[in-house]
């Protein structure tokens, strides 16, 4: 028995669309990885993810001082501003890359819809004329 080949799914006009839609609103890199583009997909998840990361220890790192201070009525250490920073630099850069790849996509799908021919509709007869249609 031979392994099913492994050929990507046909790009359509819609699927490019919804890689769009997931790629700028939901998760940057997964759209492209849908829409084919696997090596661009993952590097884009990979920045979106450590930009998410960078942003979520800073919030940790910011709560924690500010209960803290509250706890031992002491002014607590300043968190450093680059984990922020960096977090949505990365996040941006994942973003952006998965928008130009999500770009790329829609035109790609709109070349292929455009230089596909359309196939004709069947052609309906009808064999009796005299005996309407049962309903």
Same mark, same amino acid.
Do not use: H
């Given at each position: 028995? #031979?392994a $099913?080949?492994a050929? $990507?799914p046909l790009?359509?006009?819609?699927?490019?669309?919804t890689c769009?839609?997931v790629?700028l609103? %939901?998760?940057?890199?997964l759209?492209?990885?849908c829409g084919g583009? &696997?090596r %661009?997909?993952?590097?884009?998840? @990979?920045?979106a993810f450590?930009?998410f990361c960078l942003?979520v220890?800073?919030?940790? &790192?910011?709560?924690f001082?500010?209960?803290?201070?509250q706890?031992?009525?002491?002014? #607590?250490?300043p968190? $450093?501003?680059?984990?922020?920073?960096s977090?949505v630099?990365? @996040?941006?850069?994942?973003?952006?890359?998965?928008?130009f790849?999500?770009?790329s996509l829609?035109r790609?799908?709109?070349r292929? %819809?455009r230089?596909?021919p359309?196939p %004709? $509709?069947?052609?309906?007869?009808?064999?009796? &004329?005299s005996?309407?249609p049962i309903?």
């Open positions: 028995m #031979s $099913p080949s050929m $990507p790009l359509t006009v819609v699927r490019a669309w769009l839609g790629n609103l %939901a998760t940057p890199g759209g492209s990885v583009r &696997k %661009a997909g993952y590097g884009q998840m @990979f920045f450590t930009g942003l220890v800073y919030i940790f &790192k910011m709560s001082g500010i209960m803290e201070a706890i031992e009525d002491s002014p #607590s250490a968190v $450093p501003a680059w984990w922020w920073q977090g630099i990365f @996040f941006g850069i994942g973003w952006l890359w998965s928008f790849t999500s770009i829609v790609q799908a709109a292929t %819809a230089e596909t359309c %004709a $509709p069947p052609k309906l007869a009808i064999t009796n &004329k005996v309407p309903l």
